[in-house]
């Protein structure tokens, strides 16, 4: 099977994009990376895709007069790239609702939060302030609805009584480069599934995945 064709868009460090490259280095790993694409110059990541050779653009968002003129000017050098599946990696736009409606079902993201609990920013100080015992992150595919498409994957890291948002973030960030890797490979598989729900959002089953498989507990 012919590997998965991924564009990865980000705004900032790319720890994530990082590990995405690293796993898409392995011969065996269904999915290479086409392209990343950065709204912001400056973003630390960038770095990474020179380093392994991985096609870069810059696209910054303030060359643009409106959110949509911004997503299919992305949309398009994606297109280009040949890619078939987008993964935001800490990319700080939101889309118009056209992006979401041109790539449907095939962008993935990750937050970190176990959604649909703490969406937004801060999510980290969202889930020390609600006092939560469990916090985590969460793969899922990107629609209209902010932070609140189809939930691929998830993975808990406890929440310690003196945690600042930091250390908090610390954890969950190591929970995310195990997580992302593992859900990416499941649409190179080509095992991800949609299940409609009547009167209800879509439901993401993983063929041949038991569903307590798609949950990873980081103690
Ligand atoms: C991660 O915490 C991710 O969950 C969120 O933004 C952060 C990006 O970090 N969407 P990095 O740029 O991948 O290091």
């Not at 868009?9 to 796993?23: D, F, K, P, Q």
């Not at 609805?145 to 250390?167: E, F, K, S, Y």
């Not at 991800?192 to 063929?207: A, F, N, S, T, Y």
């Not at 038991?210 to 990873?216: R, V, W």
Request: glycine share 8%; proline share 8%; with cysteine.
């Amino acid at each position: 099977m012919a590997r998965l064709k991924a564009g990865v868009l980000i705004s900032g460090r790319g720890s994530n994009l990082l590990t995405l490259l690293e796993a898409c280095a392995a011969t065996d790993f269904p999915v290479e990376i086409a392209l990343v694409v950065s709204n912001r110059p400056e973003a630390g990541g960038l770095s990474h895709a020179q380093r392994f050779g991985v096609p870069a653009a810059v696209i910054p968002h303030r060359d643009f007069p409106d959110r949509e003129s911004f997503d299919r000017a992305v949309s398009a050098a994606l297109e280009a790239a040949g890619v078939e599946l987008v993964c935001l990696a800490g990319f700080m736009r939101i889309f118009s609702s056209w992006f979401p409606a041109r790539w449907a079902n095939r962008i993935l993201n990750i937050h970190p939060s176990l959604l649909p609990a703490f969406k937004g920013l801060h999510v980290q100080q969202q889930a020390i302030d609600a006092g939560a015992r469990v916090s985590g992150a969460t793969v899922h595919l990107v629609t209209d609805d902010l932070d609140g498409g189809p939930i691929v994957a998830q993975a808990a890291v406890p929440v310690h009584p003196d945690d600042t948002a930091d250390t908090l973030a610390a954890r969950i960030l190591k929970a995310e480069h195990a997580l992302y890797p593992l859900a990416l490979r499941w649409f190179g598989e080509r095992r991800v599934r949609l299940v409609p729900q009547p009167g209800k959002p879509d439901r993401v089953v993983i063929d041949g995945i038991a569903p307590s498989g798609a949950i990873l507990w980081r103690p």
